[in-house]
Nanobody
Framework: QVQLVESGGGLVQAGGSLRLSCAASGRTSSNYAMGWFRQAPGKEREFVAAIGWGGGSTYYADSVKGRFTISRANAKNTVYLQMNSLKPEDTASYYC???????????????????WGQGTQVTVSS
């Protein structure tokens, strides 16, 4: 089993920045692709960003491209999501997820992820 714990969420004004962290523990592997998803009240969970196990492949939702950056530090079993130029529509609970399949190209689909964190709340005020 793998446990994922997100941190770094909070309240920020529009235009501000936050950095989310996702710490993995348990039966972790640097071969896992990692993803970030978010869910706003009354909406479905949506893909935000993903990174391959080697760190060389990254993908972003169009809505965050150019503003968010995903990265990973395998030695620390940690994945980050740097969020800049935040907008009120970025308000949501943000979830970290791990894909144990070993795929090199990370998936954008939530069904492909096996482990999930509990989420961290991000609120952007206008």
């Amino acid at each position: 089993q793998v446990q994922l714990v997100e941190s770094g969420g909070g309240l920020v004004q529009a235009g501000g920045s936050l950095r989310l962290s996702c710490a993995a523990s348990g039966r972790t592997s640097s071969n896992y692709a990692m993803g970030w998803f978010r869910q706003a009240p009354g909406k479905e969970r949506e893909f935000v960003a993903a990174i391959g196990w080697g760190g060389g492949s990254t993908y972003y939702a169009d809505s965050v491209k150019g503003r968010f950056t995903i990265s990973r530090a395998n030695a620390k079993n940690t994945v980050y999501l740097q969020m800049n130029s935040l907008k009120p529509e970025d308000t949501a609970s943000y979830y970290c997820a791990a894909d144990r399949s070993g795929r090199y190209v990370p998936s954008r689909g939530s069904k492909d992820y096996n482990y999930w964190g509990q989420g961290t709340q991000v609120t952007v005020s206008s």
